[in-house]
């Protein structure tokens, strides 16, 4: 990510190397009412990159583009890779966090499995010089706490908080 914007890798792998890694285990019961609930509530991961694995291959991912809910239809057994906050912000908005929501199936159970990568603790996260052209900084400064401890399931909301005016 960091040669497509002509960088060296080490400025984004320096963030994230040997910080901590989380790993969510979310188990969906089938529901008949599908079309009444939410298996996991429209949101952006927080962190840099998150792998994601469809455990039993059923589908119930969906990612939210121009307005609408779309199916990712994962390949079984693939590993999806979602871009998170920190790294929209490291990144100036180059790479943009995917809101994404979690929906449940009529009549099978559904497990999925996600590892994130986080930052640094104490890092203050803003936009790398490698990625700012023309002096152009789209992103307010927020220390990665800050950033964690405003998390909530709440779409894109978060990041765009972020965002400054143009
Ligand atoms: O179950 C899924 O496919 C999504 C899980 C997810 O978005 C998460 O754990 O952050
Ligand atoms: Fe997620």
Redesign the pocket.
């Known amino acids: 990510m960091a040669k497509a914007v002509g960088a060296e890798p080490e400025s984004l792998l320096g963030i994230f190397r040997d910080e901590p890694r989380g790993m969510?285990m979310?188990y969906?019961p089938p529901c008949q009412q599908f079309d009444k609930v939410i298996?996991?509530s429209p949101?952006t991961?927080v962190g840099g990159l998150?792998l994601?694995l469809?455990v039993n291959d059923v589908q119930?991912?969906q990612i939210k583009m121009v307005g609408k809910w779309f199916y990712v239809n994962a390949i079984n057994g693939a590993i999806i890779v979602?871009i998170g906050d920190t790294l929209e912000i490291l990144s100036n908005g180059k790479f943009r966090s995917v809101e994404?929501?979690?929906v449940v199936h009529p009549n099978k159970e559904?497990l999925?499995a996600?590892l994130?990568n986080y930052a640094r603790e104490n890092l203050v996260i803003s936009p790398l010089p490698e990625f700012v052209k023309d002096g152009k900084v789209n992103y307010r400064s927020i220390s990665y706490r800050d950033l964690l401890f405003t998390s909530q399931l709440d779409g894109r909301n978060r990041q765009e908080r972020l965002r400054l005016e143009q």
């Open positions: 969510r979310n969906y298996g996991l949101h991961d998150t994601l469809q119930g991912l979602n994404h929501r979690a559904r999925s996600a994130f």
